[in-house]
């Protein structure tokens, strides 16, 4: 299975002086283009021994602090980046050519941070954080709706659902940002951020 790809390339001296700049304009451009969930990305970490896990969570914020996402801290990625706190996030957007590679180190955000988030968050969401003991082995399916419906007896809708002391951000603090663009004959663009004392350094890869 393989497809050309011919999209127009990107240059050094189309990039923007930072990577989270070139990163809201080629995010802006995936909303445009009606990429299903651009905030999707791929969650990359490893255990204390180096052993990688993966999985698709959904971006909830950055700025030039880094790209935040939120969780269970004692899911599996939870208790990775505490034994082990690197990351790598991958934005997949394949119908446009692209991709996005943010590499870096991991930071729990404050807990007014993730209070104020998880205030946005619907109801359903906010019972579920607490239904769900996140990548722990459950009994049945009905364990976990049980332990849902007592939740939603406790707080109703309209009522205020405290935020799980277990549950929280985190933030990736990029090291390095790369920007993969599709090209014919798999001579892909590839230019890659990484931070210097003074600012950023821009590369081009070989693809």
Known sequence: MRR?????????ADL???PVTQFTRWFGQAERAG????NAMVLS?????G????RTVLLKGYDQRGFVFFTNYGSRKGTELGANPFASLLFPWH????????SGAVERTGRDETAAYFRTRPHGSQLGAWASEQSSPVASREVLEQRFAELESRYPEGEGVPVPPFWGGFRVVPQTVEFWQGRPNRLHDRLRY??????WTVERLCP
């Open 51 to 54: 052993r990688p896990s993966s």
């Open 35 to 38: 990429f299903l969930e651009p």
């Open 194 to 199: 990484t931070a210097a004392a003074d600012g």
């Open 45 to 49: 970490t490893a255990d204390a021994a």
């Open 4 to 12: 050309q790809y011919a999209e127009e390339g990107i240059t050094e």
């Open 95 to 102: 119908s446009i050519d692209r991709q996005v590679i943010v």
């Open 16 to 18: 923007a002086p930072d």
